[in-house]
């Protein structure tokens, strides 16, 4: 303080550099420490260990007659499993794909043409389609119609008309013979 | 009537604690002698009515917390238990879930009396928009109670109102997962609803206390409007208005009383009666019927529509209008202090804007109507209209309407329209005579 004083041009004002200096450590020391703590206590929400180990799922095809349909969960979710006839795989191929609000070809996603698998949950707001067992409404497009809020799938799970952004999502799958396929 | 006159308490123990912490002094003052316009109507009952439904809903609440078990494999038995086992668990569980109702109908009438007699003006824009906060905490509230029980309508609401922040680009998805702690709504997600509706009744009733720490700085507005010019204008809070007040408690006690004990599902929906299935959504998903304008403003964007086409497709998808519009539906109402243009409070005073008002709950009410209606013609198309008027009405209408509308005359006080200019100090009890 008295070193201050006697400095030249030192009034009763405050030097200011050191005194903000100061108080800019302070206050970064601060929001840096939040920081490092508000982190884990948002991780925490995110999901846990033991639901991000939650296991594949392994699918027995060989019961599903041409034209049906099976629904099996993965990771909480339905993810459906059609078996296409001839009549829905060249629809779903004949569509002029530049024409789609998602374009996407009907061979991307689709690994063996007659097996379309995709997570059966409206990319609208998350219900569940209805289509999957006979004597459901299939929608104008012959696949998927979801009753919340009238999103049309077709024989791809493409969205063809209402609210959804984006067609139905195919998982990550492989077959693991001719009979079988693993999901996840 | 003047609110400083310190109180002097005979009771010696009284003395001591208000000396030192106080308390008895200032319920004296807000709450005895705290002046309030001598002309107030039944309108002005609902806040004091929504503040007895907080309370009801945090005491029954924190009762049956005692007898549920958030577990997605025990909670729907939880809830037949305390229907069935637990001593006055029916009654507990219905006051709460009808009480829920109560709250929204008692809220949406507070406001609609806010915005009718222009509460919402100045000096009173922040206490206005406390209470939209109010209303957004009780929007999230009642949300995730109604996930609690379990069922179906619980599970699928609870789908599909947490896949609303998808929408948002880029980080939408891993938003969602985060809310859900997984990759569906699943046991995590019913934790932590059960978690958060514990936690914020007791936010609401902390927005509450500024929300009347800002109505006793700024003191009520009344029926015309214009601001109080002196003692002449009130009559004390105490006997006049806990007077009042008990009435309005009373016609409302017996109508909640009604839902709970003739019709106590009336409003909720059968679907909630059965429990919760992953695989299989429900015919037709409805939110609980206080959610239902604000569901159809979010269905009236799709991707055919000629007003999303012409003027959004270009910049975002149907689904992210859809949630921005209905997120922006409250954040208007927010605005309201700076959209609304005219200086006259009440709408008794303003030939126009009045048909403005009244058309806009008419909008409301029918967008509620078709928000449980099924997602198909003609709904689709009476919900975009309504959509737009609602916001064409609040964005456009109200700041043209301040414009060009000449207000009635204002009368010169409030006591001038009862007592015809020549009142004295009797007028005081004939003012109570209020009509409308």
């Known amino acids: 303080m008295m070193a201050e004083a006697t400095q030249p041009g030192g009034t ?20 840096v420490g939040a920081g490092a703590f508000l982190w884990p206590v948002i991780h925490s929400m995110n999901p846990s260990r033991d639901v991000l180990a939650l296991a594949s799922s392994e699918v027995d095809l060989s019961p599903i007659e041409v034209g049906q349909a099976i629904t099996i969960t993965w990771r909480g979710k339905p993810v459906f499993i059609r078996h296409r006839t001839e009549d829905e795989i060249s629809t779903a191929r004949s569509v002029d794909v530049a024409s789609l609000p998602d374009p996407q070809t009907d061979e991307e996603r689709v690994q063996e043409a007659p097996w379309l698998v995709m997570v059966g949950v409206c990319t609208h707001l998350g219900c569940v389609p209805l289509g999957q067992k006979q004597g459901e409404p299939k929608g104008e497009f012959g696949g998927w119609f979801c009753p919340c809020h009238g999103s049309h799938y077709d024989t791809s799970g493409r969205i063809r008309k209402g609210p959804a952004p984006e067609n139905l999502p195919v998982p990550g799958y492989e077959f693991t013979s001719e009979t079988s396929v693993l999901i996840g | 009537m003047s609110s400083h006159s310190a109180p002097s308490f005979k009771n010696p123990v009284v003395r001591w604690v208000d000396s030192r912490l106080p308390v008895f002094s200032y319920m004296h003052a807000e709450y005895g002698t705290f002046p309030m316009p001598k002309n107030l109507n039944y ?15 945090i005491l029954t609440g924190i009762m049956l917390a005692m007898q549920y078990t958030a577990h997605i494999d025990l909670a729907f038995d939880s809830v037949e238990r305390i229907m069935r086992d637990v001593n006055f668990g029916w009654l507990l569980r219905y006051v709460h879930m009808n009480g829920a109702s109560m709250f929204f109908i008692v809220v949406y009438i507070h406001m609609f009396r806010g915005l009718y007699y222009g509460s919402f003006k100045q000096p009173r824009e922040l206490l206005w928009i406390l209470g939209v906060v109010i209303l957004v905490l009780m929007m999230g509230t009642a949300f995730m109670g109604y996930v609690l029980p379990w069922g179906q309508m619980s599970f699928w609401g609870a789908t599909v109102i947490t896949n609303l922040f998808s929408a948002i680009p880029l980080v939408g998805d891993s938003i969602v997962t985060w809310l859900w702690g997984g990759f569906s709504v699943d046991n995590p997600t019913l934790n932590r609803f059960f978690a958060l509706h514990y936690l914020f009744p007791f936010l609401i009733l902390g927005v509450v206390m500024l929300h009347v720490v800002a109505l006793h700085v700024t003191k009520s507005n009344n029926p015309t409007g214009i601001d109080v010019r002196g003692p002449q204008d009130t009559v004390p809070f105490h006997p006049y208005f806990t007077a009042k007040d008990s009435v309005g408690l009373g016609v409302f006690l017996l109508i909640f009383a009604f839902f709970v004990f003739f019709a106590p599902n009336y409003m909720g929906h059968p679907d909630n009666y059965i429990q919760a299935d992953p695989l299989v959504t429900p015919a037709h998903i409805v939110p609980e019927w206080y959610f239902l304008p604000y569901y159809a403003i979010l269905r009236s964007f799709t991707d055919d529509w000629w007003f999303f086409s012409w003027f959004l497709s270009w910049i975002m998808d149907a689904k992210l209008a859809g949630v921005l519009a209905m997120f922006g539906s409250l954040i208007v109402l927010a605005l309201l202090p700076w959209l609304d243009t005219s200086k006259v409070r009440s709408n008794r005073y303003r030939p126009m804007n009045k048909w403005l008002v009244i058309a806009l709950v008419i909008d409301f009410i029918i967008l509620g109507w078709v928000g449980g209606k099924p997602a198909e013609e003609p709904y689709v198309a009476i919900a975009q209209w309504s959509t737009l008027f609602y916001f064409f009405a609040l964005l456009v209408l109200t700041p043209l309407i301040g414009w060009i509308e000449r207000p009635r005359p204002l009368p010169a006080s409030i006591s001038e329209p009862v007592l015809k200019g020549g009142g004295s100090a009797a007028g005081a009890t004939t003012a109570k005579m209020e009509k409308s």
Request: aromatic share 14%; proline share 3%.
């Open chain 1, 12 to 31: 009763e004002e405050e030097k200011p550099g050191r005194r903000d200096f100061l108080n800019y450590l302070v206050v970064a020391t601060g929001a």
């Open chain 2, 43 to 57: 309108f002005w009952n609902f806040g004091a009515l929504a503040m007895v439904v907080l309370i009801t809903m």
